[in-house]
């Protein structure tokens, strides 16, 4: 048995770091990444497990290499917003505390954060660092253009 570790690309990190996410958390984050992207705002009242069930199948889809890449950087950007600036996102007085969007969303405690937070940061360091993506889409568009072996 080979003892050296499997690479995985960012697009599988981020899909098994997702969905190890408690539930209550993949929700918010699906549901916030919706409102933070969607010009529809009629997308902004869906339920937040109709925003996971969305957010999961558009993710998780296979496409073209520069698609995939071009898709990894625009969660890793939302979601570096999200995570890493939930406090002031979320505070009693802004946009996000409406009670629209409350009303659909279960509260996440601190403590949570904190593990959603460290968790984020490591994949951060890791998988979804800009060299590592930039990589593995260099990578796999050069796989995509050199011609079938037979």
């Not at 499997?6 to 969905?19: L, Q, S, V, Y």
């Not at 889809?61 to 950007?77: G, K, N, V």
């Amino acid at each position: 048995m080979d003892d050296a570790k499997k690479i995985i690309t960012p697009w599988e990190a981020f899909i098994i770091w997702f969905d190890t996410v408690p539930l209550s958390l993949r929700k918010f984050l699906a549901h916030t990444f919706r409102i933070c992207t969607t010009e529809d705002t009629a997308q902004m009242a869906i339920k937040p497990g109709e925003s996971l069930e969305r957010f999961r199948n558009w993710a998780g889809t296979t496409d073209f290499p520069l698609r995939i890449a071009a898709r990894m950087f625009y969660i890793r950007s939302v979601f570096d917003m999200v995570i890493c600036h939930h406090h002031e996102l979320f505070e009693q007085n802004n946009t996000f505390s409406g009670a629209s969007f409350q009303d659909n969303i279960l509260p996440i405690s601190s403590r949570q954060w904190d593990e959603i937070l460290k968790s984020w940061t490591g994949l951060r360091k890791r998988e979804l660092t800009d060299t590592y993506i930039h990589s593995w889409a260099s990578w796999m568009i050069k796989m995509q253009m050199e011609p079938a072996q037979t």
